[in-house]
């Protein structure tokens, strides 16, 4: 039992409370990372480091501190168990070197027919845009066309050849023909209507006691 509780004491000792403070700065140039991360590898718990490159974050002394920097390589600081209440330090970053993939520079110059597709490629026109804007409907006459007219010029004192064609030619004489006879039929029937009409009338000639 005297053990356990040396050993629960120990490890509380231990894990005491420490505030690691300083500056993060490039290896070559001893020059200041401005925002490198300060991040604590147990909990993820972190933060960013000022222009100059200075940093102070409160942590427990059996934690490892990660230092990261975008193009430098990341560094680790295990803090060990120390018994002090507040460390000091100077964090140094390499590069990181990044390789490229093989670049090849060929001399070799285009053949004649390469050259000339391509340019006919770039003098080739554009196609043409195909407008999507719809016309409107033609519009429709107000009153009904009659598609029974004749073809024939309208006879016209201003137009003295047409009326030579309506009075001597045999389409002419037709087509007078044809309204007489219509005209004949319409007064027949006017007529009609008319006697039919005074069917409901009584002729009173005169006077009637």
Do not use: H, W
């Amino acid at each position: 039992m005297s053990a356990l509780l040396l050993g629960l004491l120990g490890r509380a000792t231990q894990a005491q409370t420490i505030r690691v403070s300083g500056s993060v700065s490039a290896a070559a140039t001893r020059q200041p990372v401005p925002g490198a991360t300060v991040q604590v590898q147990r909990t993820r718990r972190g933060l960013p480091a000022s222009a100059t490159g200075e940093f102070s974050i409160e942590t427990l002394s059996t934690d490892t501190l990660l230092f990261r920097a975008i193009g430098f390589k990341s560094q680790r600081l295990p803090l060990g168990g120390t018994g002090l209440s507040a460390l000091i330090v100077q964090i140094r970053l390499v590069r990181d070197s990044v390789q490229l993939g093989e670049v090849r520079v060929s001399g070799d110059r285009p053949d004649r027919a390469a050259i000339n597709r391509a340019l006919r490629n770039l003098r080739r026109p554009a196609p043409p845009v195909v407008s999507q804007v719809k016309r409107p409907p033609k519009p429709k006459p107000l009153c009904a066309v009659d598609s029974s007219a004749p073809k024939a010029p309208v006879p016209t004192l201003m137009s003295p050849v047409s009326l030579l064609y309506e009075q001597f030619s045999r389409a002419g004489r037709e087509r007078r023909k044809m309204e007489e006879i219509l005209a004949a039929d319409r007064a027949e029937k006017a007529r009609q209507a008319q006697a039919k009409y005074n069917q409901a009338f009584k002729d009173n000639k005169g006077y009637e006691p």
